[in-house]
C-alpha cells in the first residue's frame, strides 16, 4: 500500500472500515462465549487458536515465524503481545466486573487521545497537530453520546478505583502495542502478528488453567463464538491492524476506536432487534466529523486522487 501516516490512502480507510465491523461484532461473540467458557478461558480460546492458524498461514504465506530473527524485533514483538494482547484481555475482563460496561466502553474509546503524547514523543513521523486533536476530541465527544447515560459513570462498590484503572491500562495497552509496532524492525506483517499472539498464547493457556481449571459442560454454541472470536476478530483483524500501522500509522489506526461502537450499536439494532436511539445519530455525527478533522489533510488528497 502506497500511503503514508499524512495520506492514508483508499485502501487503509476501506480496511479501517472493516476492522470496524469485525471487532463490533466481536461483543456478541463474547456474549454468546461467555456462556459456555469462564472469562479467562474465553481470552485463551481466542490467542490458542488463533496463534497456531495465524502461524501457519504466514508459514504457507512465506511470512513465517522464522522473520523474527533478531533479538531486536522480539524486543517490539514479545512487548506487544503482552500489553496489547494479554493485558487488555485481562484488564476488561476484570474490570467489567466492577464497573458499567459504559464506563469501559468510553475507557477504550480514549485510545487515539491517550496515544497522542505516545505518538508526540515516540513517533515523530506522525504528526500531531492541533487539527488532528481536535478531531480526536470530537470523536471522543460522540463516542460518550453514543453509550448515552451513565457513559462516565465509574460504578461504585469495594473494587471500583482499581475496576476504572483496569480499564483505562487497557486502553494504555493497546496504545503502546501500536507505537511498539509501528517502531518494530522490518518484519513481515503476518510473521509480527502470528508472533505477538503465540506469545500471547503461551501465557494466557496455563494461566486460565491454573486459575479457572479445565473447561467443561460448554455447549456448542459457545465453542462456536469463541472460534469466530479467534479467527476473525483476533487472527484477521489483528494482521490488518498491523498491516494499517506500518502503512498509515498509529494514530489513523486509532481511529477505529470510535468505529467499532458505532458498528456494535449497528449490529444490535439489526441483528438482535435493540432500539434505535435517536442519540446514534447525534453521536454518528460527531464520530464522523470528528475524523473528518483529524483526517482532513488526507482526505483532501484523497478527493484530489493524490493517494
Known sequence: MNATPGAPGLTNWIILIVLGAIWGSAFMAMELALRGFAPLWVAALRTGIAAPVMLAIAAFAGQGIGHVARARAWGHVAPAGVVGVVLPFVFLTW?????????????MGSVPIVLVPLAYVFLRDEKVTALRVLGLMIGFAGLVVLVGPGALDAGTGDNVLLGRLACLGAAMGYAIASVLTRRCPPVPPMAFTAGTLAVAAAILLPVALLVE????????????????????????????????????????????????????????????GEELRPELYIAMALILGGIAVSQSAGLQRLVRGRT
Open 95 to 107: 474490570g467489567q466486573q466492577h464497573v458499567p460496561s459504559a464506563f469501559a466502553g468510553v475507557a
Open 213 to 272: 481449571g479445565v473447561p467443561q459442560g460448554f455447549s456448542r454454541g459457545a465453542l462456536a463464538a469463541a472460534v469466530y472470536a479467534a479467527l476473525f476478530p483476533t487472527a484477521l483483524a489483528f494482521y490488518l491492524r498491523v498491516l494499517v500501522i506500518n502503512s498509515a500509522g498509529s494514530l489513523f489506526m486509532s481511529l477505529v476506536s470510535y468505529v467499532v461502537p458505532l458498528f456494535a450499536v449497528l449490529f444490535g439494532v439489526v441483528l438482535l
